[in-house]
């Protein structure tokens, strides 16, 4: 298949820096101005903030691009008939930015024929922001990123592995799965929101493996991590009736994802 | 027992904060100078950055106040007879600190006759830092830090919850502690360093479990997050034969701390 040409891929990551320029301003005027979260369905937390930051991605992308589609988290989904999709978490860690804690942040993508061509994510309160195309390489707040590789045969004990919540596991019946591999790996650290795709992307981390998430949680990060020269895999796909489907995935340092595979595995 | 003045406790901090200035400087010099980590006996990680930065405040301490005694992670004690000593933890998540992961920081504390009079946390990498001193209240980067406590009656579903890692339960033998644990709040995270004190003294997680650290662990937070209107609750001491003990607390929201307490009480 055929990419957009990287002058194109290029003009979209200009854009979707500027789109989320806009995110960001939304989310802390919001925040300044005093939240009030309600629950979802699934109890989850949603805010004005991450209301209002997805429509102001979804008004740039109809002002810029129109006829490009936009799946998001919170509104429903526009022209999804087209080859290119914007994908967009306004605010990945809700429930971490209504507390105050500062990891959450925004992830956009763009993908053509369900393909990633362009990601970014963008920790506001953390002034970090990730962003790379297809073939153009990923970048931290201007400075070129590649992950080097572990050397290290099996899991060093030093190395870095970072998980999703047990509740993640728990939507499809897997928390044992994640009860296991902690008591093979015990500094496992769970961070439960976008941090560990940025500590993925960056090598900060061995491995992150992020457990039953959507495709908006995953617009940006698998496409940076694999051009920033490490590894993203699929380890699960799960089909849920009238929903998303639930996807999990192992990306970090490619001998770390190697050996981290096999736990993570279908049985 | 009397405490010192109010005015020696503010001096004793003002050195404090002078001191933690000093070891933000060592750590970045060594960061940029590059790490050379070497394996301690049990396993963690030591760099010449802990070692330094722990140097540089046993001088500042011995030169301004001869005779208070220091403790600290990576040097032998100084004048255990005194009834004030310097509690040092000069790199905590020295692992993290290794791999580029920003949550690491230092911690200091003064205490009188074992009481916790002055506590500093500095987070050089995410620019943060919280300070307070007993009755004097706590500050996070010049703005008063006041812990609202939670108006649900139980654990409310969307409430905080961060331990430690299952490795530090294994200290103990209690692994199968955490793994129930995290079966009744999914959602638990796991941060393993200094990153969940600032995140329970800021209010920022309902609790933190801190589970068979050392007194070096618990220099600052404590003091912290109970001057700032939070509880701190210690719910296991264990003696460990030649080594200082490991101390397991719960600190956060009164009415969370008190909540989790009943999980994590020795049965």
Chains 1, 2 share one sequence.
């Not at 763009?110 to 970048?139: C, N, Q, S, T, Y």
């Not at 919540?165 to 500094?187: I, N, Q, V, W, Y």
């Not at 639930?246 to 595995?265: C, E, N, T, Y």
Request: proline fraction near 6%; aromatic fraction near 8%; include cysteine.
């Amino acid at each position: 298949m055929e990419l957009p040409s990287l002058k194109d891929r290029e003009n979209f990551l200009e854009h979707a820096l500027r789109f989320v320029d806009g995110t960001r301003q939304v989310i802390f005027e919001r925040w300044k101005a005093g939240l009030h979260p309600e629950l979802k369905g699934d109890k989850s937390l949603v805010t004005e903030a991450d209301l209002e930051a997805e429509l102001f991605i979804r008004d740039a992308v109809a002002r810029h691009f129109p006829g490009h589609g936009v799946i998001g988290e919170e509104h429903p989904n526009t022209h999804p008939e087209s080859e290119f999709q914007w994908v967009v978490d306004p605010i990945d860690g809700t429930q971490n930015f209504v507390h105050g804690v500062p990891t959450f942040g925004t992830i956009l993508g763009v993908h053509f024929r369900g393909v990633p061509i362009v990601g970014v994510i963008d920790h506001p309160a953390l002034d970090i922001r990730l962003w790379g195309a297809k073939e153009f390489g990923v970048w931290k707040n201007g400075e070129r990123v590649t992950i080097v590789d572990s050397k290290s045969a099996g899991l060093d004990i030093n190395e870095i592995v970072a998980t999703s919540t047990r509740g993640m596991f728990e939507r499809t019946s897997e928390g044992p799965l994640l009860d296991r591999f902690m008591k093979t790996h015990g500094a496992t650290r769970i961070y439960y929101d976008v941090f560990g795709h940025t500590m993925a992307v960056c090598g900060n981390v061995g491995a992150l493996v992020e457990f039953n998430v959507r495709i908006w949680d995953l617009a940006a990060a698998p496409l940076l991590v694999e051009e920033a020269g490490g590894k993203c895999l699929e380890v699960r796909r799960t089909e849920v009736p009238g929903k998303a489907p639930l996807i999990s995935v192992i990306m970090g340092k490619p001998s770390v994802v190697d050996v981290l595979a096999p736990h993570f595995q279908k049985e």
